[in-house]
């Protein structure tokens, strides 16, 4: 005897969608795409960060309060972020140097460009990558980027290294932070109502990541 077709049930709807997304949808405006990168296209954005580095070493930044950052920073792109004691500024010299800051490396603003079309922003040309370097304990308070003119165009960031929690709120600092870990090789297009959101880093834990040792490495796309 033949068995009765069940009725198509809720999840039978959904069964052609992935097991594993590959945008996960983090706040109004921003979505995490886990994995963006490949461990091997990772391995090749260390080899071209390297080339960056030896022209514009990190280094760690005093910010206007006089505190000297936990990150070690960099940039590469018509233009840096800087923090000193006068303020926060784009600057298309490194100050270090008095030169221009090395160019993005074409493997780099590609990875940036396909994340923030995937998720909608067909029209991002980041002028500005801010290299952020974490040891362990190393961390970033809670803070907005507004130094940028081009608020409507998105910040997308790729983490490559050891994990770290990154904690997100709302435009306003009394928004309580909710908090998602980003791994090696994740990318998140930060874009529309979380522009202005309030974010950071938590410091960073100890550990030891086959392609970075005892860090973490965050790269920022900015459309200055
Ligand atoms: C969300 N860096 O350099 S990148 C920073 O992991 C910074 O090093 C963090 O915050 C890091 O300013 C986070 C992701 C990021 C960048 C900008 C944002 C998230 C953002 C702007 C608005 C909302
Ligand atoms: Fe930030």
Not at 33 to 49: K, N, Y
Not at 121 to 144: E, V
Not at 162 to 168: G, K
Request: with cysteine.
């Amino acid at each position: 005897m033949a068995a009765e077709t069940p009725p198509l049930s809720t999840p039978d709807l959904f069964r052609s969608l992935p097991d594993t997304p590959d945008l996960l949808p983090l706040a109004a405006g921003a979505a995490v795409l886990p994995g963006f990168v490949d461990e091997a296209s990772a391995a090749t954005c260390l080899v071209a960060l390297r080339g960056v580095l030896n022209d514009a070493p990190l280094r760690h930044m005093v910010t206007p309060g006089g505190h000297r950052m936990t990150v070690a920073m960099s940039n590469c792109g018509p233009w840096g972020w800087t923090s000193s004691k006068t303020g926060y500024r784009y600057s298309r010299t490194d100050p270090e140097s008095g030169r221009p800051w090395p160019a993005i490396p074409p493997v780099l603003r590609d990875i940036a460009e396909r994340a923030a079309a995937r998720v909608g922003f067909d029209t991002f040309h980041p002028d500005a990558c801010l290299i952020n370097r974490y040891r362990p304990g190393a961390k970033l308070s809670p803070h907005q980027d507004r130094d940028e003119r081009a608020l409507d165009q998105p910040i997308v960031s790729l983490s490559l290294g050891l994990p770290a929690t990154f904690q997100f709120g709302g435009p306003a600092r009394r928004t309580r932070l909710q908090r998602t870990v980003l791994e090696s090789g994740d990318v998140v297009v930060w874009g529309g109502p979380s522009r202005l959101a309030y974010h950071g880093v938590l410091p960073l834990a100890e550990g030891r990541h086959p392609l970075t040792g005892a860090c973490r490495i965050n790269l920022s796309f900015r459309q200055v």
